[in-house]
């Protein structure tokens, strides 16, 4: 188990490897290699109530995921 400073509500597998994950900040990738987390993007960034959860990877490899808050 690693601490990666944030909290993760759900995550899906990267084909190229490593994750693609829906956290409190919003949507990032994860290296499993290298530990590092690359913001993707905050959509919600102007609620700071709002978390990211129940994710899935899609047929077609999108990441789908829903906000609560």
């Known amino acids: 188990m ?3 400073g944030v909290l993760i509500g759900s995550f899906g597998f990267r084909r190229d490897g490593g994750l693609v994950a829906a ?3 919003g ?11 690359t ?3 905050d959509p919600e960034a102007d609620r ?3 978390t990211f959860n129940d994710g899935r ?3 077609g490899g999108q ?6 808050g």
């Open 57 to 59: 990877t899609g047929p």
């Open 2 to 4: 690693r601490d990666l």
């Open 39 to 41: 913001a993707i993007a």
């Open 48 to 50: 700071p109530e709002t």
């Open 23 to 25: 956290t409190k900040h």
């Open 27 to 37: 949507f990032c990738y994860l290296d499993f290699q290298t530990g590092d987390l």
């Open 63 to 68: 990441f789908f995921c829903r906000f609560h």
